[in-house]
């Protein structure tokens, strides 16, 4: 029968198959209890990220006597309910995780936050950011955030242009008269600049009204069609006095939206100081300047990378900017006004002690309580600590 001559069918099948050198050749056949395809899966599974969690020393340690621990190592760690959490700088809590779960968070980071394309628009991406780049005269060039084309540097030529940039203009203005930018107190003191005009305009804004608060280093900012009078009295009130109190002095350069009747009228009927900045030396609101250029180095970025109009990337670009860490005072601006750092996309995905604290429905209120008393009462030594030089 045909099922009794399977072997002779199959070394048949393999002779007529496979090609061998030489006249004579030994062929031996092994007998596999486990079919191949259970034998590659083995061979080629990915190997398991969390095989050595990182975390289990790091845990065992913790609780180990204490003669044996390594406070150099374990200083920043600390375990909370059996899970171990990491301090960064500034106190927060950061839960860490195994490596399988921190590939994932990345992910969703990255696609969710970032609004990253996924693969199959990795072409039309990059088509799009070819779009903003040309070469002429074998030189290469950006489209700048005003139209105007910027040449790129190679590293050493940047270092060039920023040594030449501090040893002139910056050195030139450390002789000129200066305001005393020191506040007392925070909302004391606060920077009016303008940004435009923008080409191309954004739904038929053109300007880009900016307040910075001197202390806390706070940002507010609204887009403007005309950069008008009216516009600015109105954005004073609105945007600074209803919300943080009234000012000492407001400073700005002498710019006909900052210097006539109607802003004359606010400041006057609520006693705020006007100092404007001279005209041989209109750098003299050097703190709004400062900030306009790292508003529009991030607002530039997002428009470039996630397209649409600057002005439907504005409110992102203050939230970026009031949560980030200033050299000059060591904390962020939302935490100088608050007491706490601002809730990110990050801190939702892998949760904080905070988070976690928060998502309990039974909290108690009495311990919700004394956390924020704890927070306002941190917020003052932050405040002498910013201020300090």
């Excluded at 600390?78 to 839960?95: E, K, S």
């Excluded at 609204?222 to 109190?245: M, S, Y």
């Amino acid at each position: 029968m045909r099922c009794e001559n399977r072997y002779a069918d199959a070394l048949a099948t393999l002779g007529s198959q496979v090609s061998f050198e030489g006249s004579k050749v030994d062929v031996t056949i092994d007998k596999r209890s486990m079919p191949i395809t259970d034998l590659l899966r083995e061979k080629f599974k990915e190997p398991n990220l969390d095989a050595e969690d990182w975390r289990t020393p790091i845990k065992a340690k913790l609780v180990a006597p204490e003669g044996v621990a390594d406070l150099k190592v374990l200083k920043d760690y600390v375990l909370i309910a059996g899970d171990l959490y990491r301090r960064l700088p500034g106190g927060v809590l950061a839960r860490c995780v195994n490596l399988q779960e921190a590939a994932k968070k990345l992910t969703e980071v990255h696609e969710k936050c970032c609004e990253l394309p996924g693969w199959n628009q990795a072409a039309v991406r990059i088509k799009k950011l070819a779009t903003r780049y040309f070469v002429e005269g074998g030189i290469l060039f950006r489209k700048g955030f005003h139209g105007d084309p910027l040449r790129c540097l190679s590293l050493a030529e940047s270092q060039t242009v920023m040594k030449e940039a501090h040893s002139g203009e910056c050195g030139e203005a450390s002789r000129q008269e200066k305001i005393n930018m020191a506040t007392p107190w925070p909302f004391h003191t606060w920077g009016l600049d303008l940004i435009g005009p923008i080409n191309p305009a954004s739904g038929g804004y053109i300007w880009i009204l900016v307040a910075t608060e001197y202390f806390s280093k706070w940002v507010e900012a609204i887009p403007l069609r005309k950069a008008t009078g009216a516009a600015v009295a109105n954005f004073i009130r609105e945007h600074i006095i209803t919300r943080f109190g009234i000012p000492h002095k407001i400073i700005s350069d002498n710019g006909t939206p900052f210097v006539n009747k109607n802003v004359r009228e606010v400041l006057e009927h609520y006693r705020i100081k006007h100092r404007r900045s001279t005209p041989y030396y209109p750098q003299g609101n050097g703190q709004a300047e400062a900030t306009n250029r790292m508003l529009l180095r991030i607002l530039s970025k997002m428009v470039f990378d996630y397209g649409k109009g600057w002005n439907s990337h504005l409110a992102d670009t203050l939230w970026a900017y009031r949560g980030s860490t200033k050299t000059a005072t060591g904390f962020t601006p939302f935490s100088l006004v608050y007491g706490t750092d601002a809730i990110s996309p990050t801190e939702l995905l892998v949760p904080s002690p905070r988070i976690l604290h928060g998502m309990d429905l039974e909290a108690d209120a009495d311990i919700c309580a004394e956390a924020r008393v704890a927070d306002l009462e941190g917020l003052e030594e932050a405040r002498e600590l910013a201020s300090s030089p």
